[in-house]
């Protein structure tokens, strides 16, 4: 794509997602979300097979109808409340329909099947964006909706698409169908708070970022897209072969890593109101995606795969990929849990 | 025949709706919007918004429909499906008519109907009351305010409308 239009697209991208954030009309909420989805569909179709294009096209059919139902929520709120304005009274119906309309947006279950089909038919880079960026404007109108929120539905879809991206992954090789179905689960996890804690999915979503934007940027590093070419990083480059190991520990929620602090933040919020079997399951289904991070994990540092003698003794150039901002990311997706205590002055 | 025009206008809105709804091909779709997009100029018409239903009429029905028709004769098909060329099409059709029929008898049925909001009976199709208008035309105080106070609004829609025409220059580039 030419730099002109590509830097005119990308600003359309960052300009919807900002209206979205920043309106108090929902009619520049809608505008915001088609003028987002419009300008991404360039970008998903970077490469040009017929891959790429179907991906493309399956993204705009799941978002466009999902702008409808957005669309068609704000309509019936205008109709009970009688001014446009964006606010947290919503009559229940509206909260309904938008509620379903932003889970579609997101690829909360049940409707995620478009989140693995169109992160796999795109590049690594279109990838990145696709689930980083395009999570936050939904989450932002959830976010000043939520005291409206039909608990019993946000709460099944939050068990759904946790369990869905659990058990959904567990098969998978190749690298961005595993990451479509990680991002499944932890929008799983940021509705599960939504309800009570609107501050802790802003967390959730800060640090799934962060770990998410780093390990598809040590993916694209290597331009490794599956698990096996992914298990040659050891001779390529031996210290993005210890990044990933650590970097899937934080992303499966482990202890001393800063993936540990959201679900930690989580759990306490929903036993702190009463809710017991909830981050119970939460808790247990989590341990779906943590195994095939350890699987990842271990063919990537832990064991050497079978490979030709040659592959031992290799020419090493100078690394010409170019590492914009990769070891800030890589010490903020997992060094930042003794920070946690300054999450007190959230109160 | 006056006062039921708005309804008789709304009966043809949604069975064009239905029309290209069960997909037929392209040409015979374009065909049902024309109507579709005519018949609303229509009905927006006999509520007073006359600057707008000829907005739509010009720019609409003119200008994009009409360029959406002749690319779609560009890439035609040489046996095009029309509403009786196969089951599929005609059972969708025949399926959407009867959906909308029996909503519409449902509704006159009963005295007051809540489906979203309250509506009770014929009456409500013939006299819609939208308040007290004053002496000045809302929708020309309308388009006016896109000009003073929604200003932002109109840089937003202007940006759009470049960026659908970048963004689909770029997607059907094709190299």
């Given at each position: 794509?030419?730099?002109?239009?590509?830097i005119?697209?990308?600003?359309?991208?960052i300009?919807?997602?900002?209206?979205?954030?920043?309106?108090?009309h929902?009619?520049?909420?809608?505008?915001g979300?088609?003028?987002?989805?419009?300008a991404?569909?360039?970008?998903?179709?970077?490469k040009?097979?017929?891959?790429?294009?179907?991906a493309?096209t399956?993204?705009f059919?799941?978002?466009?109808t999902a702008s409808?139902?957005?669309?068609?929520?704000?309509?019936?709120?205008?109709l009970?409340?009688g001014?446009?304005?964006?606010s947290?009274?919503?009559?229940?119906?509206?909260?309904?329909m938008?509620?379903?309309?932003?889970a579609?947006?997101?690829?909360?279950?049940?409707f995620h099947?478009?989140?693995?089909?169109?992160?796999?038919g795109i590049?690594?880079?279109?990838?990145?964006?696709?689930?980083?960026?395009?999570?936050?404007?939904?989450?932002?109108?959830?976010?000043q909706?939520?005291?409206t929120?039909?608990?019993?539905?946000?709460?099944?879809?939050?068990?759904?698409?946790?369990?869905?991206?659990g058990?959904?992954g567990?098969?998978?090789?190749?690298?961005?169908?595993?990451?479509?179905?990680?991002?499944?689960?932890?929008?799983?996890?940021?509705?599960?708070?939504?309800?009570y804690?609107p501050?802790?999915m802003?967390?959730?979503l800060?640090i799934?970022?962060i770990?998410?934007?780093?390990t598809?940027m040590?993916f694209?590093?290597?331009?490794?897209?599956?698990?096996?070419?992914l298990?040659?990083?050891?001779?390529?480059?031996?210290?993005?072969?210890?990044?990933?190991?650590?970097?899937?520990?934080?992303?499966?929620?482990?202890?001393?890593?800063?993936g540990?602090?959201?679900?930690?933040?989580?759990?306490?919020?929903?036993?702190?109101?009463?809710?017991?079997?909830?981050?119970?399951?939460?808790?247990?289904?989590?341990?779906l995606?943590?195994?095939?991070?350890?699987?990842?994990?271990?063919t990537?540092?832990?064991?050497?795969?079978?490979?030709n003698?040659?592959?031992?003794?290799?020419?090493?150039?100078?690394?010409?990929?170019?590492?914009?901002?990769l070891?800030?990311?890589?010490?903020?997706?997992?060094?930042?849990?003794?920070?946690?205590?300054?999450?007190s002055?959230?109160? | 025949?006056?006062t039921?025009?708005?309804?008789?206008?709304?009966?043809?809105?949604?069975?064009?709706?239905v029309?290209?709804?069960?997909?037929?091909?392209?040409?015979?779709?374009?065909?049902?919007?024309?109507?579709?997009?005519?018949?609303?100029?229509?009905?927006?018409?006999?509520?007073?918004?006359s600057?707008?239903?000829?907005?739509?009429?010009?720019?609409?029905?003119?200008?994009?429909?009409?360029?959406?028709?002749?690319?779609?004769?560009?890439?035609?098909?040489p046996?095009?499906?029309?509403?009786?060329?196969?089951?599929?099409?005609?059972g969708?059709?025949?399926t959407?008519?009867?959906?909308?029929?029996?909503?519409a008898?449902?509704?006159l049925?009963?005295?007051?109907?809540?489906?979203?909001?309250?509506?009770?009976?014929?009456?409500?199709?013939?006299i819609?009351?939208?308040?007290?208008?004053?002496f000045?035309?809302?929708e020309?105080?309308?388009i006016?305010?896109?000009?003073?106070?929604?200003?932002?609004?109109?840089?937003?829609?202007?940006?759009?409308?470049?960026?659908?025409?970048?963004?689909?220059?770029?997607?059907?580039?094709?190299?």
């Open positions: 794509m030419k730099p002109p239009i590509f005119t697209i990308m600003l359309t991208v300009s919807g997602t900002m209206i979205v954030m920043t309106t108090s929902w009619l520049m909420v809608w505008i979300f088609e003028m987002n989805l419009l991404v569909i360039p970008i998903l179709m970077k040009y097979n017929p891959r790429a294009t179907e493309a399956k993204y059919l799941t978002q466009a409808m139902l957005l669309m068609m929520g704000i309509i019936i709120n205008l009970h409340s001014q446009w304005t964006v947290k009274d919503l009559n229940p119906m509206a909260s309904i938008m509620t379903i309309a932003l579609m947006k997101l690829g909360l279950a049940p099947f478009w989140v693995p089909e169109v992160t796999q590049s690594m880079s279109s990838g990145l964006i696709l689930l980083t960026w395009q999570k936050i404007a939904p989450l932002s109108i959830l976010y909706i939520s005291p929120i039909n608990p019993s539905l946000l709460l099944t879809m939050a068990i759904m698409s946790v369990m869905v991206g058990w959904g567990l098969n998978q090789t190749q690298l961005r169908k595993i990451m479509a179905y990680s991002s499944i689960a932890h929008m799983g996890w940021m509705a599960a708070i939504m309800m804690s501050t802790m802003i967390l959730n800060t799934y970022i770990m998410t934007l780093t598809f040590l694209m590093h290597n331009s490794t897209t599956t698990t096996s070419s298990s040659q990083t050891w001779n390529k480059t031996p210290l993005i072969t210890s990044f990933i190991l650590v970097l899937m520990m934080s992303l499966g929620g482990l202890p001393p890593l800063s540990f602090i959201p679900k930690w933040m989580i759990i306490q919020g929903l036993t702190k109101n009463e809710m017991i079997m909830m981050p119970t399951l939460l808790a247990m289904t989590a341990l995606n943590l195994y095939f991070y350890m699987r990842l994990t271990y990537t540092a832990l064991t050497m795969f079978p490979s003698n040659c592959m031992k003794m290799k020419w090493r150039f100078e690394c010409t990929e170019k590492t914009t901002f070891p800030p990311l890589i010490v903020m997706s997992t060094m930042l849990l003794p920070l946690a205590p300054m999450l002055i959230l109160d | 025949m006056m039921y025009i708005v309804f008789i206008l709304s009966t043809i809105f949604v069975v064009s709706f029309s290209f709804s069960s997909k037929p091909s392209p040409i015979y779709g374009g065909f049902g919007l024309i109507v579709a997009g005519g018949v609303g100029c229509g009905i927006v018409l006999n509520f007073g918004g600057f707008l239903g000829l907005m739509v009429f010009l720019i609409y029905l003119g200008g994009m429909l009409v360029v959406f028709g002749y690319t779609t004769a560009m890439a035609t098909e046996y095009p499906e029309a509403w009786t060329s196969n089951k599929a099409v005609l969708a059709f025949i959407g008519v009867l959906a909308e029929l029996l909503t008898c449902y509704i049925k009963e005295d007051e109907v809540e489906v979203v909001f309250k509506f009770s009976g014929a009456g409500d199709w013939v819609y009351d939208t308040g007290d208008s004053g000045f035309s809302e020309a105080m309308g006016a305010a896109l000009y003073s106070y929604g200003t932002w609004l109109v840089v937003v829609t202007g940006w759009s409308l470049l960026i659908g025409v970048l963004v689909i220059m770029e997607v059907t580039r094709g190299n």
